[in-house]
């Protein structure tokens, strides 16, 4: 099975930027449609972006849209979160999910077979 590990979080100032890492440990990475969720403290998690096996396919939040995007490289086994204009609303737990047999439901999370650890990101005012 595919393990996922999230990288680059961090604490960011209102109108900064991170970008977030995930990387699997299989080559057979390609093979997985992907996505992003987010879990802010006391809150439900939440769907932020999704991507599709080639990357030639994107799909984000209404919250996100324009300021974070989503992104893969399958020669280096690794998906992306660029986020730009960060906003304290932004803080949250951040995971990358995985799924193998895709069942069109990008913002279901039940939907996901893998989940990383998650990362902390913290957008200060």
């Known amino acids: 099975q595919v393990q996922l590990v999230e990288s680059g979080g961090g604490l960011v100032q209102a109108g900064g930027s991170l970008r977030l890492s995930c990387a699997a440990s299989?080559?057979?990475?390609?093979?997985?449609?992907m996505g992003w969720f987010r879990q802010a403290p006391g809150k439900e998690r939440e769907f932020v972006a999704a991507i599709n096996w080639s990357g030639g396919s994107t799909y984000s939040a209404d919250s996100v849209k324009g300021r974070l995007t989503i992104s893969r490289d399958n020669a280096k086994n690794s998906m992306y979160l660029q986020m730009n204009s960060l906003k304290p609303e932004d803080t949250a737990v951040y995971y990358c999910?995985?799924?193998?047999?895709?069942?069109?439901?990008?913002?279901?999370?039940?939907?996901?077979?893998?989940w990383g650890q998650g990362i902390q990101v913290t957008v200060s005012s």
């Open positions: 999910a995985a799924v193998l047999r895709y069942r069109g439901s990008y913002q279901r999370i039940g939907d996901y077979d893998l």
């Open positions: 299989r080559r057979t990475f390609s093979a997985y449609f």
